[in-house]
Structure formats: C-alpha cells, structure tokens
DNA sequence: GCGACAG
DNA sequence: ATCTTGTCGC
C-alpha cells in the first residue's frame, strides 16, 4: 500500500480548476456492523446548493481503519456509490485529506486520480503536516506545511468553530479548496456535499436492520 | 524508545 | 467511525 500511495502521489497534478463546477459532490461511509459499511454520495448545484441526485449502497469491508490507509478501506465502497450516480460532478468533496499526508496521497488524492476528476480533501482533525492555528473568524487559514513546503490550508469556515484541515486531491490548487470550500458551506462548519453525505449515511444507518 | 495517528 | 450523559453557548 506505501507503494502504491508513493506511486499515485506523483501523479498528483496541483493547478487551478479551469472551468467552475455545476455540480458537485459529496461521501461519507457509516458502520451499521463492523464489516459492513453504507457508503453515500450526493450531487449539489452550484453555486446553488440545491440537491439533485443521491445515493446510496452497502458493501463488505474487508481491511481494518489504519491511519495513513483510509483510501484502501473506503476506497471500494465510494467507487461503488459513484458508479451509480447518473449526473456525474464535475468537483469532488472528501472526508479526509488530499496531499495533506505522510505520502502525499490521501483518500482524495487516491479518487481523483482513479476517477480522472478534480477532488478536494476536507479533514475534521489534522493526520500531517505542521501549521499554526488561524483566526477565529470564518474565512481564516493559515498554510500546512510538511518541512518548507506547502500541501494544505488549515481553514476556518464558521466563527469561533474548530478549523478544517483542507488540502487538494489533485486538479485543484490551493485557492480552489479554500475558496470552493467556503462557497459550499451554508453556515455549518462543513461544506455541504459532505454535510448532507454524512447526514444520509447516518440516517439511513437508523432506519435500516443489517 | 516515545508520541502521533484522516475515518 | 461508534458508544454515550450531561453541558456550554447562540
């Protein structure tokens, strides 16, 4: 897996979106059982936010959470949603980091180059990377850096709410996330491609018997 | 050897 | 991620 990761992270391209999204979209994964996971993945308009398509699946998880190797865990299951959707994004939104990693290659990294799409990493809690807090008022960030380069933003999209650790998969630069991130949020701390994602994967978890 | 460690 | 009771703040 290291190989791999190693492998994929030098095929990470880092440059401005040439074009603006009309849709994009959003995953999340819940655990109704150990080795059952219910993967999801909605579509929003944008800049409008509206939902148009969602959808949903549960597969058998085979390999254990292992920090640095949550690609290979969730990878399968989010391959498997995204195949169902009917209106692909062109702006793909992931829990996790994108090069923010010890390899240069997380789980958005790891989709964006198996879809041939643009991705952007949005991390509830920091895995790599050095960085200092940012200001307390939405829109604050400050760079990560592993040594003197820079491979992410820490950035606050709510006022006085913890910061998001957000970095690109690939196809984006550092603006693109940081600016794309904040567009798509509507007054919660996450944008919402991931919000609702995670709202239906929790949901659905509720209202099921697996 | 010790501490850190996405979801 | 999941489990789990109360609690702080707008």
Redesign the pocket.
Known sequence: MIRIQREMSKEVVIRPLDFVPKRIGGF?????RKDIALAVCVVLSYPDLELIEMKWTAVKVEMP?I?????FREGPAIEKVYGMIEEKPDLLFF???GIA?PRGA???SYMALKFHKPSI?V?????FGEYKDPGKLRGDFEYIYSGSEVIGVVLRTKDNVKPLFVSPGSFVDFKDCADYTLNSCKGYRLPEPTRLA?MY??KL?KEMIL
Do not use: E, M, N, V
């Open positions: 999340d994964l819940s655990y109704p959470y920090p640095t190797f949550l690609s829990d996790g980091q990693h997380g789980i958005a990493g991390a509830k809690s920091h895995l995670d994967t929790k978890r």
